[in-house]
């Protein structure tokens, strides 16, 4: 399912809105709500009153530009916030979050594959073949510790110099071509490097590994082509400003995309999967790594992230454009996308 949104400029002003969403403005000012279950593409059309996200998005920006002490980022809850199903104080969530993957750093890709029956492999192949990643580009991927998607992101700009490259030389592109893999947790990093090692991706390379939080990046404003997050934003304090610092990363034309654990709808298969969350998922973890409480926390933690249509509204909210989801295996997973135009 996606959602299409785009956006259009009076003056200095922007103005959403969504493809067949039957939304009428009058004077004075009157909103019929009302908006179709499907998209013209066939995918699920945003559920969300769209004059008003428009509103929301030009005040947003306009606040945030001339009193940056009202902005979003400032005004987000001082005192609480969850971890899985628990309300913590903010300054704790981060350090509890990081000894998760500290706990689960060594065993990470064994448990994605025994967790998600080796799916989440071809899940992030949907999500670099949505990149669409070319030689010379500057990308960002956050949270991407275990190197992963970063790996995926290179081997595709190797397929594209090998096709359709072959007179420009491969030193050149290689030192054009840059992949900054950005996370928060050492221990994650770590093991990113040695994968990277045995891959034959040193030091010096293409690929970068930088410690640092994403919700403030170290990044120069309008430096990456690129930015990806895969099953990371649910685990920080504040989404809203990883949303604003990927925005102000990013150069016009570039392209975020989020690959995250989402919420199933049908109501059998929601049953089957809360079931095998809750009961299959922790034992695991507990049999292998001998670590529950790390897996009970990530499951809950997917329950507590927002909806498949609350977080695109949040990421029209950061400046995003065209912004539009698809969801993988009835919603276990979606990728969710936006471009800075």
């Known amino acids: 399912m996606k959602i299409c949104i785009w956006r259009l400029e009076l003056g200095n002003f922007p103005f959403i809105f969504v493809a067949s969403a039957a939304v009428s403005i009058s004077l004075p000012l009157t909103l019929d709500l009302s908006l179709p279950s ?21 005040t947003r920006r306009i606040g945030s530009k001339f009193f940056p002490m009202f902005s979003s980022a400032n005004l987000l809850h001082s005192h609480a916030t969850s971890f899985g199903f628990k309300e913590v104080p903010e300054e704790e969530k981060s350090r509890l979050v990081g000894n998760v993957f500290s706990n689960v750093a060594s065993n990470y890709d064994l448990m994605n ?3 998600s029956g080796g799916l989440h492999r ?24 275990t190197g992963d998607v970063a790996f995926r992101i290179l081997d595709r700009i190797n397929d594209v110099k090998r096709r359709a490259m072959q007179d420009v030389r491969e030193d050149d592109l290689q030192e054009q071509t840059q992949v900054y ?32 939080d994403a919700e403030a990046l170290s990044f120069p ?23 604003d610092e990927a925005y102000r990363v990013l150069r016009r034309g570039g392209r975020f995309l989020c690959l ?17 969350s809750f009961s299959i998922i922790p034992a695991v973890g507990e049999l292998v790594v001998g670590d529950r409480e790390s897996y ?46």
């Open 38 to 58: 499907e998209c013209i593409s066939g995918r699920r059309t945003f559920t969300h009153p769209t004059a008003v996200m428009a509103l929301r998005s030009v």
């Open 113 to 115: 594959d025994l967790m």
């Open 122 to 145: 071809l899940w992030k192949d949907r999500l670099v073949s949505e990149l669409n990643p070319f030689p010379g580009m500057n990308h960002l991927d956050v949270a991407g510790g």
């Open 181 to 212: 893999v950005c996370d928060i947790n050492p221990h994650m990093l770590s093991v990113g490097k040695k994968r990277a090692t045995e891959r034959g991706l040193g030091e010096g390379g293409s690929l970068i590994w930088v410690e640092g």
């Open 221 to 243: 404003d309008n430096s990456m082509d690129g930015y990806t997050i895969a099953f990371g934003i649910r685990n920080v304090t504040h989404i809203e400003k990883v949303l």
């Open 260 to 276: 995250e654990l989402s919420h199933v709808e049908a109501p059998l298969f929601k049953e089957l999967y809360d079931y095998y």
């Open 296 to 341: 009970q926390y990530l499951v809950e933690s997917i329950r507590k992230f927002p909806s498949q249509e609350k977080f695109a509204s949040m990421i029209v909210d950061a400046g995003f454009q065209k912004v539009e989801y698809e969801n993988l295996v009835g919603g276990v997973v979606a990728i969710h996308s936006g471009l800075k135009l």
